[in-house]
T-cell receptor, first 110, second 115 residues
Framework: DAKTTQPNSMESNEEEPVHLPCNHS???????IHWYRQLPSQGPEYVIH?????VNNRMASLAIAEDRKSSTLILHRATLRDAAVYYC???????????WGLGTSLAVNP | GAGVSQSPRYKVAKRGQDVALRCDPI?????LFWYQQALGQGPEFLTY????????KSGLPSDRFFAERPEGSVSTLKIQRTQQEDSAVYLC?????????????FGEGSWLTVV
């Protein structure tokens, strides 16, 4: 599984967009890019995932670089409930062993 | 149930005690995973089941850790002779299949403190 690197922490203001970056320079052609987030005292929650094309869902958008060595999770309008640790994970077709880093701790200011 | 359910939610064990942590995955989910998460760290893989078969147990830290899923649904993670370094959150997750494009759903975790 390819290693991912993310900033330790980021800060945003409520109702503003947030762009969370992730580098995965060793990613292979079949590795998916997954984003999960974890609120305090809860298990990780799925946010979004993609392979090559940009992806949108009700929670967020995922922008994947053309060379797939980086991606950006976009929260279009941050709310206080979006304060969490965001994990970017790259895994092979077999996702038996997701390798998690330390993630990005996002603080949202009112 | 609607999601992955874990019990107990919190467990305090005396050093040397055996503990058993239960996971009820989402109904019909073939794949089941156990992860260990220390304070301030990301989850670390422990083991993976496909139905009742334990296909990967490479993440289990020692032979004191044992997991089973005898009927391909409920799973139990057992830790024998607990030690202080076992204190962590134990997360169970399930997915409909084992391929990389499937979403993995996590439970809220079992918080183990060994004193």
């Amino acid at each position: 599984d390819a290693k991912t690197t993310q900033p330790n922490s980021m800060e945003s203001n409520e109702e503003e967009p947030v762009h969370l970056p992730c580098n995965h320079s060793t990613i292979s052609g079949t590795d998916y890019i997954h984003w999960y987030r974890q609120l305090p005292s809860q298990g990780p929650e799925y946010v979004i995932h993609g392979l090559t094309s940009n992806v949108n869902n009700r929670m967020a958008s995922l922008a994947i670089a053309e060379d797939r060595k980086s991606s950006t999770l976009i929260l279009h309008r941050a709310t206080l409930r979006d304060a969490a640790v965001y994990y970017c994970i790259s895994n092979a077709g077999n996702n038996r062993k997701l390798i998690w880093g330390l993630g990005t701790s996002l603080a949202v200011n009112p | 149930g609607a999601g992955v359910s874990q019990s107990p939610r919190y467990k305090v064990a005396k050093r040397g005690q055996d503990v058993a942590l239960r996971c009820d995955p989402i109904s019909g989910h073939v794949s089941l995973f156990w992860y260990q998460q220390a304070l301030g760290q990301g989850p670390e893989f422990l083991t993976y089941f496909q139905n009742e078969a334990q296909l990967d147990k490479s993440g289990l830290p020692s032979d004191r850790f044992f997991a089973e899923r005898p009927e391909g649904s409920v799973s139990t993670l057992k830790i024998q002779r607990t030690q202080q370094e076992d204190s962590a959150v134990y997360l169970c997750a399930s997915s409909s299949a084992g391929t990389g494009r499937n979403t993995i759903y996590f439970g809220e975790g079992s918080w183990l403190t060994v004193v």
